[in-house]
């Protein structure tokens, strides 16, 4: 069974750079036919695509978040890292990690969320 595990500071102040990491267990995170991506929800909103880094590595990134978002692996531990940078107080949201079967476009397997709140 796979579980998908974000952690991080709940707390980043504006200006600053919003660092999360996902903890993979059940699978790695370099085997074949999956991306593993970062999705949140804002308050009140509907979930919100930020990107994802291929099997291979690779990265793809929503395009209104491109600018600011960097998305990286450890395959040592089996993790991948979010960094948002710039945040502001539009950043607040519950961020997910989540597995993408590439062939299916399905997200079988997400985190449990973790709360991230911009705030001086």
């Known amino acids: 069974q796979v579980q998908l595990q974000e952690s991080g500071p709940g707390l980043v102040k504006p200006s600053q750079t919003l660092s999360l990491t996902c903890t993979v267990s059940g699978g790695s995170i370099t085997t074949n036919n999956y991306y593993w991506s970062w999705i949140r929800q804002p308050p009140g909103k509907g979930l919100e695509w930020i990107g994802y880094?291929?099997?291979?590595?690779?990265?793809y990134y929503s395009p209104s978040l491109k600018s600011r978002t960097s998305i990286g692996r450890d395959t040592s531990k089996n993790q991948f890292t979010l960094q948002l940078s710039s945040v502001t107080p539009e950043d607040t949201a519950v961020y997910y990690c989540?597995?993408?079967?590439?062939?299916?476009?399905?997200?079988?397997?997400w985190g449990q969320g973790t709360q991230v709140t911009v705030s001086s």
């Open positions: 989540a597995r993408v079967t590439i062939d299916s476009r399905e997200y079988d397997y």
């Open positions: 880094i291929h099997f291979g590595g690779s990265t």
